[in-house]
């Protein structure tokens, strides 16, 4: 008599089928990671070494070889490696950098995009401001000289420069340039026209003295205006006129 044939436990066989499924796949995964590693081993300092370096920007004060400099020292080890943040670091710390973007192409290219500063005024003589009152440079370059030349104690460049746009504007309704603006320690202002004519602002109702001056002086003095080497407005009726006429004078006198 024939036995009947025992029953294939089919889920035992599909679980070992899916186990020796998984084996295989991971294999591969550790064979491809292997292989990754491999070629990651191949190059030096973990990925390829950065053979080109790019550097723009619009360059009129940076010179392009000094951005080159100042970035080699930090091109050591492979693509992975660069750290972006120090190159930019480097390259702001240059005269004239305002700002700059440092970026990697694969698989050896680094590229620099830099921004410069723009100079809007003169600072304390030898220095210049940008647009945000902040002095970047103490060595002017002779070319800057037609900028307003502004001056005050340490700290106040925001708020010189904020008064010399103020004022810069109610004067040129009148067709008048503002050429300079100091505030001394004492908190007194006193504004250079391009015409070489000094206003002398005193500390108080500094707003209500310019307007004296741009409604009244030129219409009291008319064309002897041009003879005058300064306007006192910090009478609080009037003003006092300082004449060229008179400094000739005392330098002849000293001479």
């Known amino acids: ?16 089928r899916i186990r020796h499924f998984l084996a295989a796949v991971l294999a ?13 081993a191949r190059y030096a300092d ?23 400099a100042a970035v080699k020292p930090y091109l050591h080890g492979g693509f ?15 005269p004239w950098v305002a700002d700059a973007a440092v970026r990697l192409e694969w698989p050896s290219t680094l590229k620099v995009e830099l921004r410069e500063q723009r100079a809007v005024a003169r600072w ?4 210049l401001i940008n647009a945000d009152g902040v002095e970047f440079t103490r060595v002017a370059p002779a070319d800057t000289k037609d900028l307003p030349h502004l001056s005050g104690p340490a700290d106040s460049a925001q708020r010189v420069l904020a ?7 109610r004067l040129g309704t009148n067709g008048l340039k503002l050429a300079g603006l100091s505030l001394d ?25 310019l307007q004296r001056f741009v409604e009244i ?22 003003f006092a006129v300082g004449w060229k006429s008179n400094f000739e004078k005392v330098g002849k006198t000293h001479a």
């Open 46 to 68: 973990w990925g390829p070494s950065l053979t080109e370096l790019v550097v723009g920007g619009d360059f009129r004060r940076v010179d392009p070889a000094d951005v080159r």
């Open 28 to 40: 591969a995964a550790l064979i491809a990671v292997g292989l990754v590693g491999w070629q990651w």
């Open 217 to 238: 002086v030129p219409r009291v003095l008319g064309a002897r205006l041009a003879e005058a080497a300064y306007i006192d407005l910090r009478y609080t009726n009037g």
């Open 185 to 209: 320690a004492r908190g007194a202002w006193r504004a250079t026209l391009a015409s070489g004519l000094s206003l002398r602002l005193g500390r108080d109702e500094v707003e209500r003295n």
């Open 163 to 169: 008064s010399w746009r103020t004022m810069s504007a």
């Open 1 to 16: 008599m024939v036995k009947p044939r025992a029953k294939t436990n089919q889920p035992q066989v599909k679980s070992l």
């Open 124 to 127: 304390d003589g030898s220095g």
């Open 80 to 94: 992975f490696r660069v750290d972006l943040d120090e190159i930019r670091e480097a390259v702001v710390a240059l």
